[in-house]
């Protein structure tokens, strides 16, 4: 007999047999939760409910409500929906698992036209293997035997993969005769995705949605946001045409001495983007005043503001800059939290009145003192910084509430000109494992807050909920009514920011409640090959995060 300990709010210890399974250890703690137990973290590794413990042991389980479990439900809904669409289009055909769309994932179908009838035909297959409860197998083979059964399967991108990484053998995932290979831990059985929905497209594409952590009992409606949606397929059609889809088409570049070939295109189209969107404001220069630039945490912000004046400024258009910091109001005023904490992420926490108060008074060409935010005394001070805009001059805002109208509510919409700004990559690992747009944000994150916060990545992974939730509240809402969207996804970044995120997310302790989080970045890291921070140019948005950037900030 071994003992194991369980870790949850109502800790305790449990005797079993050794070499009982992590799945038969949760049935005697299924009560303790409202969803099936998914996934668990053995000694503070993620484990398979199928992995067998043979020693004394700490372990906690994990549902669909914590993002753990979420993760494997929806990487476990993927294979579902790829080994259903296999059974019922036949093997020529495949279903490529692409991107998250409104808390679902964007499908494609290939080598076949997809109508509505053979999409529920997908998704009754799916729910005839979710009643019969069968189990995922995990089979360690050798990696040259996973190449060649992928090859014979026509799967050549999971070929090129699994040729660039370092194991000698694999695990491959298996439900009756259908393989395939995933990058983290699935459910126990078919039975335990049973809540999903299939929404169909056109004749290529459907969307996946199934609970999250927020609304984690059914699943909600698909919202089409048509925008985001545009420049999610531009972009990855765009990777497509010029071989930059997947992992492996960036490590095949670097064998081969290229990687200058993926960063030249990269950057090309970053840039092209922004001379659009000035073009664009260019055109409407009679009737815009204000430019909104908003977006998600680590998005580029800072430089895509600064270079986004440069080409305006190629077309004759002066901007000025205006930092929402500086209209904070005094810190004794400010909003808190739930934890009692300074809310800087509120609306609230500005002095909206004076703000709009001086976008009246310069869009109508009066001069203003403009204020500075003293973050060492908490209060808004007064100096000699006054501003008037000439005939033609724009105004340039960027932060996180300026898509929301209510920042502006005494400015026509006609005179604002909004820009949605993320790195909405399209890149994949291969055609069922995508690379997450937020998991891309996180690493540029943990590097730029190391490199001039001297921050750490455990504290970065700390806080990193209350990231996502700024956004969710103060940003996301609003990404329907703008006026343009720039991504600013770089495909060739994840090779360049492993270089600097791998020390440090190695840096987390095994005891770390941040380990195995650490250990998923580090599994996705490991799919690519290093790419040289000195390849990277000086004025890349990149640069924001792994300094050197030539950008006067």
């Known amino acids: 007999m071994i003992k194991i300990s369980i870790k949850s709010e109502t800790p305790k210890v449990i005797e079993v047999p050794a070499g009982t399974t992590l799945y038969n ?113 995990f089979v360690p083979v050798t990696k040259l035997d996973a190449m060649d059964y992928f090859e014979k399967c026509g799967q050549i991108d999971k070929v090129e993969n699994l040729r660039y990484i370092s194991n000698s053998t694999v695990k491959l995932h298996k439900i009756g005769t259908h393989y395939d290979y995933f990058f983290g831990p699935i459910a126990h059985d078919t039975g335990q995705t049973d809540i999903f929905k299939l929404t169909y497209l056109d004749q290529n594409s459907f969307i996946i949605s199934y609970p999250n952590m927020k609304r984690p009992e059914d699943v909600a409606n698909y919202i089409h946001h048509q925008k985001l949606f545009e420049e999610y397929h531009r972009y990855q059609t765009w990777s497509r045409k010029v071989n930059l889809s997947l992992s492996s088409d960036l490590n095949k570049l670097g064998t081969l001495g290229k990687y200058n070939e993926a960063i030249n295109l990269s950057e090309t189209h970053y840039n092209d983007q922004l001379s659009l969107v000035a073009e664009d404001i260019n055109q409407k220069i009679d009737r815009v005043k204000l ?90 001070v007064f100096a000699n910084d006054y501003l008037k805009l000439e005939q033609g001059d724009i105004l340039l805002i960027e932060g996180i509430h300026t898509l929301n109208d209510e920042l502006t509510k005494y400015v026509p919409r006609e005179n604002k000109y909004k820009i949605y700004l993320s790195p909405l990559t399209p890149l994949k690992i291969d055609n069922h494992n995508r690379v997450h747009t937020s ?29 996502m939730k700024e956004a969710e509240d103060n940003i996301y809402p609003y990404q329907d009514d703008v006026d343009m969207i720039i991504n600013s996804a770089l495909n ?62």
């Open 291 to 380: 430019i909104l630039l908003s977006g998600p945490s680590s998005s580029g912000k800072t430089t895509t503001a600064k270079k986004l004046k440069i080409h305006l400024k190629v077309r004759g258009v002066t901007v000025h800059e205006i930092s929402l910091d500086d209209y904070f109001i005094d810190r004794d005023k400010t909003p808190k939290d739930e934890n009692g904490n300074y809310d800087y992420a509120n609306l609230k926490a500005l002095d909206l009145d004076l703000f709009n108060e001086h976008m009246q008074k310069l869009l109508s060409g009066e001069e203003v003192l403009l204020p500075k935010y003293d973050f060492t005394k908490g209060k808004q």
């Open 439 to 467: 998991d891309a944000r996180k690493l540029r994150r943990i590097v730029r807050d190391n490199n001039f916060r001297g921050t750490s990545a455990e504290e970065t992974l700390k806080i990193w909920p209350n990231v």
């Open 25 to 137: 250890i949760s049935k005697q703690c299924q009560a303790d939760f409202k969803f099936p137990i998914l996934a668990a973290t053995l000694n503070n590794v993620l484990a398979n409910l199928s992995k067998k413990v043979f020693t004394d042991s700490v372990v906690e389980f994990f549902d669909r409500t914590s993002e753990v479990g979420n993760r494997v439900y929806s990487r476990s809904l993927e294979f579902l929906v790829t080994t259903s669409a296999s059974l019922v289009l036949g093997p020529k055909s495949d279903v490529l698992v692409d991107y998250s769309l409104d808390n679902g994932i964007y499908c494609e179908v290939t080598n076949k036209t997809l109508s509505e009838n053979i999409m529920h035909a997908i998704e009754n297959k799916m729910l005839e293997l979710v009643q019969r409860k069968i189990p995922y197998e």
């Open 492 to 553: 060739y970044e994840i090779g360049v920011l492993k270089i600097y995120a791998e020390p440090l997310l190695f840096a987390i302790s095994e005891d770390s409640e941040f380990y195995p989080e650490a250990n998923r970045l580090l599994t996705l890291l490991r799919n690519f090959l290093p790419i040289s921070s000195e390849l990277v140019p000086p004025d890349s948005v990149l640069r924001e995060f792994i300094g050197g950037s030539n950008i006067d900030y």
